[in-house]
Each structure stands twice: as structure tokens, then as C-alpha cells.
């Protein structure tokens, strides 16, 4: 069967509830062999081809339906001939049905060198046909074509084109849309109020429209079921879409009855949820207070989370999973790593235990392959309390912040290892106090007054201390690495007000002479190992007084040693 039949039995006006997606399926069953003819590439390409903003690659409003990691892209630009594009002004013509008038015309407008005005014009009047003969399967596509023949008709300035597609808008919205469909009528509302001049006559009915919405469903009873229940998700993406108006009018007074509005809704729906989900909606509430300037409320939410989180706090549960490692393997690991002699053992015990970064990054996209909605979505960091201490984007967005965390676990699994090596170099005498000291001393960026205080810092390490250890080093550490991008004729200080204060460690470790370090290894082992919120954060939370007492352990005790060998390596460049 040609591609051109498998489209017809779609190309009658009646026909309706299908999408372009539909018609792609049944095209993909044309065996590859047979798309060299004209007639079924360009058929192929035009439904499969995938409808939506602007796409990046092409800078296109059509684009590739798969875009691969070398860059290929399914379908090919390439593929997109002038024949192809002479068959679409064929069909143009020839069809009827106003989804597939629409996505020809669409194409034209994109990929014919010059599109007349007569093409565009059909494209917006079949794209409201579709609308307001409710032809498309799925109502948000109804949404998609209605923005894409709003900006269209604007850009042709065609004033009695614009005049029909803002009724189409009013008519969906009123008559096509519940109070629930947040998704669809959201998105017209956000098209209205972005674009004020366009919508001079419509804004306040619209605004009106939404203002009645959000309160029917703050009306509605908490154990209320399908179209009466109460839904708080919906509330709140209505009060955030009039808030940002209302900021726009510079209407602050508005801005906070309705978060008021959604304060009381969020309270309101606390009892149905878990302390973790009204720990969520506190946080929301808190960041959209600060977000249109309104302090004082957003304190007052504040307080309510950090009293909240010690409720969460007994509302988790351990979950845990165990791991088998032969004996036999740690023991050939202990055997190789401490042979040889003190350097030797000093060389693997540094580079063996810092995290190569090009290696962490490969196996977290291996690790996003294998789990790919893991990694799609934010997920919420607690604290030891169960306060809120940072969040992780999805993968797209927060690459680095999923590489944290990644490394973060890595060490954590490292540490059965570490040990051991360490153990047995010191049963093997090849690590003692002495020995790291000499070490340490032939480090230039360690200060004579500092010496005694990374000695003492050792003894207790060696003598089991590992509170006063751990307290210790971390600052000597610091000062070590301060004392590295002052060497290198770098800034270690910032303005600050009047007057100017040190910088932070975190922005130490940014500094290019640490990350030149190992190709940037070692500034980024020590931010998730001493400051990144979502790593293991050591010198913040100690320093400021945070850890609890399980914080002071063998594996940070270690990491701690570990990180004062890898400064200690450093040497000034000699030119």
C-alpha cells in the first residue's frame, strides 16, 4: 500500500478524535526499502516530524522526533528535499480534513524557501478548524495549535485573523476546559496576560474567569471525589499563574491576598497528607513568598518547615541494602596497594581513592541509561533533622548536582576499602605520624605555625580521637588551599559592603589555580567532600556546628586524612 492511501482513509471532514501521531504509526509500517519513493518519504517525513515550540537543532516550529547523542537526527534535515517539499504543496491542496491541511501548510511555512502569504493564512485558519471542529484526540494539542495560530496571525499582522483566533481562545477556554484542566487552560491564561496589547478587551474577563476557578476549588470538601475533590496541585499552579499577573500590574496587595489564598488551601489539605508532602507544600509556599518580595510571610512559613521537619524526621524509615564482597577480594586490594615502599604506597593510596572526574561522569550517564526516570525528576535532600538542605533538578537541568551526588555515594563505597589500606600501611609501619609529617613539611603551602596543629591533628587520628581529628585538619586544609591561590597571584579576598572579607572555601576551590589541579579532580573531590550541600558537605556542617555526632566517623576520619595527602602533594611550578 503507497503512503498516500494509508493517509486518505483520515482526509474526510467528519473524521475527527486522531492526531498526527496516529497517522505516523500507520506510516511506519512502510518497510524502509520503500521509502525511496517520493510519494512515501515525504509522507513518512511529514507525519513523523513532531509538532511544537521552536525546536533548537533547527530553528524550526517542526522538528526531529530523535535526536541522538552524535548529533543525527530522525528524520534528517537532509532528507527534507525540494521535492519533498513540492509533494506537501501538492497535498495541500488536495486534502480536506483540516488536521492534515494544517500540518502541510505548517511544513511549507518551515521548509519552503520563500512561503507566500496565502500558505500562512490557510496554515492559522486550518489550525482553528482543527479547534473549533474539536478534531484533535488529545485537548492539549487543541492548546498547542491555538498558541502556534495566535503568534502567526500576529507576526502577519492580519487584524481579522487575529480578531478569529482570539475568539477560538475565549470559546475553548469557556466551553472545553473544567477547573482541573490546570494544563490547558493554564497555558491560554499565561498566552493572554503575556501579551496585554493584543488582549485588551479579553484580560479582565480572563483574569475574572480564573479568580472564579480557583475559588470553586478552594470550596471544595477534603474527602469531596472526581470533579468535587479538593486539589491543592491545582490551586497552586492557578495562584501562581495570577500572582505573576498581578506582579506585572504592579498590584502587590493582589500578589498577596491570593498566596493567602493558596497559605489557606495548602493548610487546608495538610490533613490528607504525609509530613513529607506538607513538608513539600511549605517549602513551595516559602520560596513563592520570597519570590514576590513578601518577607515577612515567607519567615513566618519558615518557622512552620523547621518545626514540621522534626515531625519528618520520625516519619522516615532506614532503607537499606546489603552488598556481598568476598573477604578474599578486599584482602588482594589491602595486598596491592600496600606493597612496596612508603612513596610507592603514598602514590596509589592518593590516586586511587581521587575520583577521576571524566570516569564519574561516564559511569552516571551509564547509571541514567540503565534508570532513566530516576534521573528525570528533582528530588528533595533532608538533613539529619529532616529540615530541607538542597534540592537535585533533573538530569537535564542539574547535571552537576546528580554528578555530586553520584560522587558522594562512590565514596561512601570506597570506604570498605579504605581502611583496610589504611590499617595495614600502618601495621606495615610505612604510615605513622612521622612519616605524613614529612610529608605535610615538604608542602609549601602549609605555614610553620601551622605544622604543630596538623601533627596534633594526626596524633589524634592514630590514637583514635576522631572528633578532635576531623576538627582539626578540616581548616588547616582550608588554610593550605587559600595559601595555594594566593601563591598563584590570585584573590583569596571579596568585597563585601564597605569593606572586604576572605573568601569562601567553596570559592577557593572554584579558584583556576586549584582546578588546574589533575584537569580539575581535586577541586572537585574536595567541594563534594568539604562544601557542596549535596556531597558529603564535611567543613560546613562541622564548622558550623551541624553534624551530629554520627557525622565524626571512620570513613570521614579517613576521607579527612586522605584529602590533607592530596594538598600536601601540591607543589609550586618552577619556571
Known amino acids: 500500500m503507497k503512503a498516500k492511501e494509508k493517509v486518505a482513509k483520515y482526509d474526510h471532514e467528519e473524521t475527527k478524535g486522531f492526531d498526527e501521531s496516529e497517522i505516523a504509526a500507520e506510516l511506519y509500517t512502510i518497510p524502509n526499502e520503500e521509502r525511496t519513493v517520493t510519494e512515501n518519504l ?11 515550540s521552536e525546536n533548537p537543532t533547527w530553528h524550526t516550529y517542526y522538528g526531529p522526533f530523535v535526536e541522538l547523542s552524535n548529533g543525527k537526527c530522525i528524520p534528517s534535515k537532509e532528507s527534507i528535499t525540494p521535492e519533498v517539499v513540492s509533494y506537501w504543496e501538492q497535498r495541500l491542496n488536495e486534502v480536506s480534513n483540516p488536521i492534515l491541511k494544517a500540518r502541510y501548510s505548517g511544513l511549507l511555512i518551515d521548509f519552503k524557501t520563500k512561503c507566500d502569504g496565502d500558505t500562512r493564512k490557510k496554515h492559522v485558519e486550518s489550525l482553528l478548524d482543527c479547534v473549533d471542529g474539536r478534531y484533535p484526540e488529545h485537548e492539549i494539542n487543541c492548546v ?10 500576529v507576526t502577519m499582522k492580519d487584524n481579522d485573523l487575529i480578531a478569529r483566533v482570539k475568539t477560538s481562545i475565549v470559546n475553548y477556554e469557556q466551553s472545553a476546559t473544567t477547573d482541573y484542566d490546570v494544563g490547558l487552560w493554564g497555558r491560554l491564561f499565561k498566552l493572554i496576560i503575556d501579551n496585554k496589547k493584543n488582549f485588551v478587551d479579553e484580560e479582565a474577563a480572563s ?9 470553586r476549588l478552594c470550596e471544595k470538601q477534603i474527602d469531596g471525589k472526581d470533579d468535587e ?9 492557578g495562584v501562581e499563574l495570577l500572582a505573576k499577573y498581578y506582579e506585572k500590574r504592579q498590584k502587590k496587595e493582589e500578589v498577596k491576598r491570593v498566596l493567602d489564598v ?6 487546608k489539605g495538610f490533613s490528607t497528607l504525609s509530613v513529607m508532602q506538607t513538608n513539600g507544600l511549605l517549602d513551595k509556599l516559602y520560596r513563592l513568598y520570597s519570590s514576590f518580595g513578601l518577607q515577612q510571610e515567607a519567615k513566618q512559613i519558615l518557622v512552620e518547615l523547621q518545626q514540621n521537619s522534626v515531625t519528618l524526621s520520625n516519619e522516615l524509615s532506614t532503607i537499606s ?43 552516571l550517564r551509564e547509571k541514567v541509561k540503565r534508570n532513566p526516570l530516576i534521573a528525570a ?6 538533613d539529619y533533622k529532616g529540615r530541607p538542605s538542597s534540592v537535585i533538578g533533573g538530569i537535564e537541568n542539574d547535571f552537576e548536582g546528580h554528578l555530586v551526588q553520584h ?3 562512590s565514596l561512601e563505597s570506597y570506604s570498605i576499602f579504605m581502611h583496610p589500606v589504611i590499617q595495614t600501611a600502618i601495621d606495615k609501619g610505612l604510615f605513622s605520624v612521622s612519616s605524613i609529617m614529612h610529608y605535610v613539611k615538604d608542602c609549601p603551602f602549609f605555614e610553620s605555625d601551622r605544622i604543630p596543629i596538623v601533627e596534633h591533628g594526626l596524633k589524634t587520628y592514630f590514637n583514635g580521637d576522631l572528633v578532635t581529628t576531623i576538627h582539626l585538619l578540616i581548616p588547616q586544609i582550608e588554610n593550605a588551599v587559600r595559601n595555594i591561590v594566593e601563591m598563584s597571584n590570585r584573590s583569596t579576598i571579596k568585597l563585601q559592603g564597605n569593606g572586604y572579607e576572605l573568601k569562601t572555601f567553596d570559592e577557593l576551590l572554584r579558584d583556576d589555580a586549584i582546578v588546574q589541579v589533575d584537569d580539575g579532580d581535586l577541586s572537585l573531590y574536595l567541594r563534594v567532600l568539604f562544601t557542596n550541600q549535596r556531597g558529603w558537605n564535611l567543613r560546613n556542617s562541622i564548622c558550623h556546628g551541624i553534624a551530629p555526632l554520627s557525622t565524626f566517623n571512620q570513613s570521614a576520619a579517613d576521607r579527612v586524612l586522605h584529602a590533607l595527602i592530596c594538598v600536601s602533594s601540591i607543589r609550586m611550578e618552577t619556571v
Open 262 to 267: 493558596l497559605n489557606a488551601a495548602f493548610h
Open 321 to 363: 541494602s546489603s552488598v556481598k564482597i568476598p573477604i578474599k577480594q578486599i584482602d588482594n586490594h589491602v595486598k596491592k596497594m600496600t606493597e612496596g615502599t612508603f612513596g610507592e604506597v603514598m602514590a596509589r593510596f592518593l590516586f586511587r581513592y581521587l575520583p577521576e572526574k571524566s570516569k564519574m561522569e561516564n559511569e
Open 144 to 153: 498547542v495549535k491555538l498558541i502556534r495560530a495566535f503568534h502567526l496571525a
Open 229 to 237: 475533590r479538593f486539589d491543592v496541585f491545582v490551586i497552586e499552579e
Open 42 to 52: 515525504a509522507e513518512w517525513i511529514a507525519f513523523s516530524l513532531t509538532e511544537g
Open 377 to 382: 525528576f528533582p528530588h528533595q535532600l533532608l
Open 207 to 215: 483574569v475574572s474567569r480564573m479568580e472564579g476557578r480557583i475559588a
Open 407 to 409: 560522587i558522594h555515594d
